[in-house]
C-alpha cells in the first residue's frame, strides 16, 4: 500500500503531458503494444480456431519479430508501452486486483467451490504472477492441488481452461482505442476475447499514469472493436460495421463521440461479414493525411452512412453515400487518395489476407507494414509512401498487421 501511494505522488510531482489522438497519421509519440507471451503457448490445432489464430505459431520466433517491431518504432523515436509491464504496474493497486479477479473467475465453468478456491487463490498472488494468470489463464491441472475433491475438477480434463488465455492481447487495437484526449473501452464480440477489455479497463482505470485520462463510449455494451474505429481527421471519424462491429454499436459509438465534441462527423461503413475482412482495418488504412492504401476489390462499393449530431443530443444520418466521397467531403479535402494493393486479383487477394493493407503510419507518409506484402509496398513506394517492413511470418498467424498490433496513445497534431 505504502509503495502505491509513493508511487502516485511522484507521478502528481512529474505530471505526463495529456496524451491524444487526433488522427490516423499524426506523428506518433507513445504507442502501446504487447510483446506475445506464454498465451501464444496455449494454442493447439484443437483450440485455435476458436481462440481465433489460423495455425499455431512458433512463439519465440513470434517474439523476436515482435520485438523487431517494437524496435523500428523506437528508433523512429516512438515511446512503446507493453501491455504486460502496464497491467503488472497497475496491479499494486487493491482495486484494480480485485477487478482482474473478478474478470477472470467464471462461476458457471468452475461452480461456486472451486470459483471460491480460485479466488482465493488468485488474491494470494502478487502482482506479476496475477498478471501472468489474467493473460495466460490456467487449467484445470495448474490450480492449486488443495482443491483435489472438486467434482468438476474431478470431471474436467487436466488441460482444459479454468480461466481462458487471451492470446488476441496482441492485437492491442482492438481492446481500446483513444479519440482525442479520451480513451474508450471498447466491447469485443468474440467470447475468446471478451476478457481482454477487463485488462485494458483496469489498466486505464488504476495505472498511474492514465490517471487523468478521461473516458469516451461509457459503459456501452454493444460490439465495436478498435480495428474498425477510423480516425480519418480531426473530428471524422469512420467505423466499420462488420463480424464484429455491430450496426447497434456503431450507433452508440457514433453518438456518444458526437455528444463529446470528439468528433463532428461520423461514417459508417458496412464490409463484408466474413473472416478476411473481420475490421475496417483489414481493406483500409491511412498512409496520409490524405491517402489510404486500399484493397481494390472494396473501393468501389464501399458505402458509408454520415451520422451527425441534431444539436440536441440525438443524430442525423443521411443516405449512404460512397465512402471515398463522402470521407473526403466530411474531412474537408478535395480527395482523398487511394493505393491499391495490386491490380492482379489473385495477387490483391493474398496479400490483403496477409495484412498488406493493415498499414500502421508512425507519420504522414512513413508506415509499417509486413515484408511479405511485396506488391502493396511496391505501390506504397511508388505513390511516395516510405515503409518500414518488418517480418511477420509468425506474428500474422492471427490475421493481424502492423496497425491491429498498436494502440495509439498519443499522437502530434498534424500540422
Ligand atoms: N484490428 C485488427 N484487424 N485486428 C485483428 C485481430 C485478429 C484476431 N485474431 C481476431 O480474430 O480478432
Known amino acids: 500500500m505504502t509503495a502505491h501511494i509513493t508511487q502516485t505522488e511522484s507521478v502528481d510531482a512529474a505530471p505526463f503531458p495529456a496524451p491524444r489522438v487526433d488522427s490516423e497519421v499524426g506523428p506518433l509519440r507513445t504507442v502501446l503494444l504487447h510483446r506475445p507471451g506464454l498465451e501464444l503457448k496455449r494454442l493447439t490445432p484443437r483450440n485455435n480456431d476458436q481462440l ?12 523476436e519479430e515482435h520485438d523487431a517491431f517494437a524496435e523500428v518504432l523506437r528508433s523512429r523515436g516512438v515511446e512503446v508501452l507493453l501491455l504486460a509491464d502496464l497491467l503488472v504496474e497497475a496491479l ?22 472451486l470459483a471460491d478456491a480460485l479466488r482465493s487463490h488468485l488474491s494470494s498472488c502478487g502482482p506479476e504472477q496475477l498478471a501472468t494468470a489474467l493473460m495466460t489463464g490456467m487449467t484445470f491441472e495448474e490450480l492449486p492441488a488443495a482443491e483435489g475433491a472438486s467434482l468438476v475438477r474431478k470431471m474436467h480434463h487436466p488441460i482444459d481452461f479454468a480461466v481462458d488465455p487471451l492470446p488476441n492481447l496482441l492485437f492491442t487495437r482492438d481492446s481500446s482505442v483513444w479519440v482525442g484526449d479520451r480513451v474508450a473501452i471498447t466491447s469485443l464480440a468474440m467470447p475468446a476475447r471478451d476478457r481482454e477489455t477487463a485488462l485494458t479497463d483496469l489498466i486505464y482505470a488504476y495505472h498511474s499514469r492514465f490517471r487523468r485520462t478521461g473516458r469516451a463510449y461509457g459503459a456501452h455494451s454493444a460490439p465495436v472493436e478498435g480495428g474498425d474505429v477510423l480516425l480519418l481527421a480531426p473530428g471524422v471519424l469512420a467505423i466499420g460495421v462488420g ?60 458505402f458509408a452512412y454520415p451520422v451527425r449530431s441534431d444539436g440536441n443530443g440525438g443524430v442525423l444520418v443521411d443516405d449512404r453515400r460512397p465512402f471515398l466521397e463522402a470521407a473526403a467531403e466530411a474531412m474537408g479535402i478535395e480527395r482523398l487518395r487511394v493505393i491499391d ?27 509499417v507494414a509486413y515484408e511479405r506484402n511485396v506488391e502493396t509496398n511496391e505501390r506504397l513506394e511508388a505513390s511516395g509512401i516510405e515503409v518500414l517492413r518488418i517480418s511477420g511470418s509468425e506474428l500474422g498467424s492471427g490475421r493481424g498487421g502492423p496497425r491491429c498490433m498498436s494502440c495509439p496513445i498519443d499522437r502530434a497534431p498534424l500540422a
Open 243 to 302: 463480424e464484429r462491429t455491430t450496426p447497434a454499436g456503431a450507433e452508440s459509438f457514433a453518438r456518444s463521440a458526437l455528444a463529446d465534441g470528439l468528433a463532428h462527423t461520423v461514417l459508417a461503413v458496412p464490409i463484408t461479414q466474413e473472416r478476411a475482412t473481420m475490421h475496417l482495418d483489414t481493406v483500409c488504412t491511412m498512409v496520409d493525411r490524405d491517402a489510404v492504401v486500399m484493397y481494390p476489390a472494396v473501393r468501389d462499393n464501399l
Open 341 to 367: 494493393t495490386g491490380l492482379d486479383p489473385v495477387t490483391a487477394e493474398r496479400e490483403q489476407w496477409d495484412d498488406g493493407n493493415n498499414t500502421l503510419a508512425v507519420a504522414p507518409g512513413l508506415v
Open 52 to 63: 481465433l489464430f489460423d495455425g499455431v505459431p512458433w512463439v519465440d520466433r513470434a517474439q
Open 92 to 113: 499494486h493497486d487493491d482495486r484494480a486486483r480485485i477487478a482482474g479477479i473478478h474478470s477472470a473467475v467464471n462461476e458457471r465453468r468452475l461452480g461456486i467451490d
